[in-house]
């Protein structure tokens, strides 16, 4: 179970720098991240979800060197300092592999603009030159239409002998796998040709990757990744929540199950890229998305601050996701209810580890109120959600103790307050 971070928030760098990179003195940050991992072993997680760390124009996705920590982080010693700190700790690694595309500084990308097609680099990008002219733009595929980033060719064994040296690199400093970045985005046979190189190596190494859209199970399928990331679950927490419609929330449970078969998905209710938990469905409802989390299946990730029910609202503009990127105190202030409240989620899901992969079954449902029961035929654990501004009775699908939230539990009934949640088990 992760505690995901983006590294250049966390640690207070400046996101868009006016100095370039290989002109970046080298500022040593990566020990605030390690400062927090006493805080990350208290909530009862294991893993340490890192979003980019590697050389960069600005914030991090814009890769200019795949094998260098960002000056603006620290260098390599700070980076196994990091990763000794965790792993001592008993703390897996994940590292963000931004492997669709570079940014337009990166070396490779900056050959093509001085030598053109004649350029040793030339393969990566899968360039038409037809018509080009020394002094011309290079005509090259932007990912999702940023300036900034430039689409790697997935065809080009030069783009799969890249990928592999940059994750064997890592995965040899000791990291435990990677988050693929984009994953949609690049052909899941291009993954199928990669990740079997590094498993040679790595076997045990662990690969999630970003799926926003599609077949995930046939993604999976097709790429031997491990896992994807649950948007459609987000989503319907989300909406589920904020929107007063379990409807909607028990939708997105019911099609979550239909993956199990072919693999676990990695689920979140928050990450770098949305709005905060928080945020979104409101600070009285964050414990309600967080019980949902930790007892459906799949992988938790915690957004870190999302434990302290910290806000913001990311923004379709320039810097538009600093709000929810921010830089985190020198060292983690007091726990507050909901931090207490992951506590005793987490230490639910650790006693109960068939909740990784058990199906789960709505046992109740109007617009404001939901039981979920996620069983096996030897253990269950119901979650139940009141939306509403009053309290309400609902059956307690056969649970016998409150193990986190609050509610009343008596004779089968449970009876929840106002805006109130409590996971049962049996």
Not at 56 to 73: K, Q, W
Request: a negative charge.
């Amino acid at each position: 179970m992760w505690w995901h971070v983006y590294p250049l928030g966390f640690v207070g760098a400046e996101v868009r720098p006016d100095v370039p990179v290989v002109d970046r003195p080298v500022e040593h940050r990566l020990g605030r991240i390690a400062d927090w991992l006493d805080h990350v072993v208290a909530l009862g997680l294991n893993g340490l979800l890192l979003g980019p760390v590697f050389a960069s124009s600005t914030h991090g996705y814009d890769t200019v060197d795949h094998l260098r920590i960002d000056p603006r982080l620290g260098d390599d010693d700070d980076f196994d300092a990091l990763v000794r700190a965790a792993h001592d700790r008993g703390v897996r690694v994940l590292l963000d592999g931004v492997f669709n595309h570079v940014g337009r500084d990166h070396p490779a990308f900056r050959a093509l603009e001085t030598e053109g097609p004649d350029a040793p680099t030339a393969p990566l990008f899968g360039i038409d030159w037809s018509g080009w002219r020394p002094g011309d733009p290079v005509p090259v595929g932007l990912f999702e239409g940023h300036d900034i980033l430039v689409a790697l060719d997935h065809d080009a064994a030069a783009t799969e002998d890249l990928v592999v040296e940059a994750m064997t690199h890592w995965l040899g400093r000791g990291v435990d796998g990677w988050r693929l970045d984009a994953a949609y985005a690049v052909p899941p046979a291009f993954w199928a040709r990669v990740l079997p190189r590094v498993r040679e190596r790595f076997p045990d190494a662990w690969f999630s990757g970003e799926v926003i859209h599609g077949d995930a199970a046939a993604i999976v399928s097709a790429s031997t990744m491990d896992s994807t990331t649950q948007y459609e679950l987000w989503q319907g927490i989300w909406h589920g929540i904020a929107d007063r419609n379990c409807h909607e929330l028990a939708h997105a449970v019911e099609r979550h199950d239909a993956l199990l078969p072919t693999f676990v998905p990695t689920t979140f209710a928050g990450n770098h890229d949305v709005t905060r938990i928080a945020s979104a469905v409101g600070e009285r409802f964050a414990g309600h998305a967080a019980a949902v989390l930790f007892t459906v299946a799949g992988t938790p990730v915690v957004y870190a601050g999302d434990e302290y029910g910290w806000t913001g609202v990311k923004e379709e503009r320039e810097g538009g996701d600093d709000a929810v990127r921010p830089e985190f105190p020198g060292e983690p202030p007091a726990a507050v209810p909901l931090t207490h409240a992951y506590e005793a989620l987490i230490a639910l899901r650790r006693r109960e580890p068939w909740l990784h992969r058990a199906h789960t079954d709505v046992t109740h449902l109007t617009n404001t109120a939901v039981v979920l029961r996620t069983a096996t035929a030897d253990a269950a654990v119901v979650t139940a959600l009141n939306l509403s501004d009053d309290a309400v009775e609902l059956p307690a699908a056969d649970a016998t103790r409150v193990e986190a939230g609050g509610g009343d539990l008596r004779d089968g009934t449970l009876r929840l307050p106002a805006a109130g949640w409590a996971v049962l088990s049996r």
